[in-house]
């Protein structure tokens, strides 16, 4: 599974629509849009903020695995 559509389906799964997404991770929502669509490559600091986010790790946020892990925690 691509990024693009693990991101666009927890946004989904937790009822938000891009611009609360997009300020949480303190992007433009237009920016935030563009990260959905593949237009733009997520920053590695945007994807960590948005493992953050949601509780999960990032193997899951960039599709490398299924398994919604939770963010670790230092």
């Not at 509780?55 to 599709?63: A, E, F, K, L, R």
Request: proline share 3%; charged share 25%.
């Amino acid at each position: 599974m691509l990024y693009t559509t693990r991101i666009r389906a927890l946004r989904d799964d937790h009822d938000l629509n891009q611009t609360q997404v997009a300020n949480a991770i303190h992007v433009a929502q237009t920016t935030y849009s563009d990260y959905e669509k593949g237009k733009v490559r997520i920053p590695v600091e945007c994807l960590i903020e948005l493992a953050k986010f949601y509780n999960v790790d990032m193997n899951y946020i960039t599709g490398v695995s299924d398994v919604a892990n939770s963010f670790p925690v230092k």
